[in-house]
């Protein structure tokens, strides 16, 4: 969505439309079976973020759309401001409140202040920093899956309410839930998307005109590869690498959206 917004210049319905849109396509499912050969993938518990993501998107992306037109009416009745100004200052509004989440879930995983204490010898517990091994599986107890499920729901929220990909979310929230290693999580977050569970908030952004299907496809098969040879090099990653790369990457993705609101 970022870089939709940056180098394409989309609005943020359009980014957010387009992405999805990306989503909806089986682009995903060269890295899935990287990873399920590496036996990697959790199906029930891929299944379970599926069912949570599909109770949820759709409803998050006609509230978003919902909440940026009432946000930018706010605006020009609150402070005078034309249409077009009001509805820029709402879109940034919404893009630094997601990158506030997004700094919240990017802490929480990557855990710097305990780092920080540790490095200067200040206390801190080493074992909080441990990572599960990927030998580690997810424990199938009812209660395990409901976690997955309510993952899920979340996962989709984000979807619909921002256009990212839910991983962003759902890989901490596995890691926390299940105490799985980041690599399964993120092979079971990315098997959790291989139907099209994206495709009501797609739908909801299609019918407000918001997907341009050009660029849709042109980012569907960048994402083919890219899907391939990530998960390829990801597979050869030790658990403590994963998770320490996709916190950070996690904590630039919320840095862009708080300082580029």
Not at 35 to 47: H, I, Q, W
Not at 122 to 127: K, L
Not at 218 to 224: F, Q, S, V
């Amino acid at each position: 969505v970022p870089a939709l917004m940056l180098v394409a210049g989309f609005g943020m319905e359009a980014a957010k439309g387009t992405s999805l849109a990306v989503l909806v396509t089986p682009v995903r499912l060269p890295g899935v079976v990287v990873y399920y050969r590496k036996k990697l993938v959790d199906v029930r518990a891929a299944a379970c973020v599926a069912a949570g993501i599909l109770m949820t998107n759709r409803l998050s992306a006609i509230l978003s759309i919902r909440l940026d037109e009432w946000l930018a009416q706010w605006i020009m009745d609150t402070w005078q401001a034309e249409a077009g100004a009001a509805k820029a200052m709402g879109d940034s509004l919404m893009r630094r409140l997601y990158g506030v989440f997004v700094l919240f879930v990017a802490c929480r995983f990557i855990q710097p202040i305990r780092r920080i204490r540790l490095l200067l010898g200040r206390g801190g517990d080493r074992e909080a920093l441990a990572t599960p091994t990927d030998d580690c599986p997810i424990n199938h107890s009812w209660r395990t899956l409901v976690k997955c499920v309510i993952v899920g729901m979340v996962g989709g929220a984000a979807s619909g309410m921002f256009g990212v990909g839910g991983g962003v979310v759902i890989v901490p929230l596995l890691t926390w839930a299940c105490h799985i290693s980041p690599k399964r999580a993120v092979a079971t977050s990315l098997a959790s998307i291989l139907l099209p569970v994206a495709l009501p908030a797609a739908m909801v952004y299609y019918n407000e005109g918001c997907i341009n299907m050009g660029y849709a496809a042109a980012l569907a098969g960048g994402l083919l590869v890219g899907t391939a040879f990530g998960a390829k090099m990801t597979v050869k990653l030790k658990p403590e690498t994963v998770k320490e790369l996709f916190g950070f990457l996690t904590l630039a993705i919320a840095l862009k959206y708080l300082i580029s609101g």
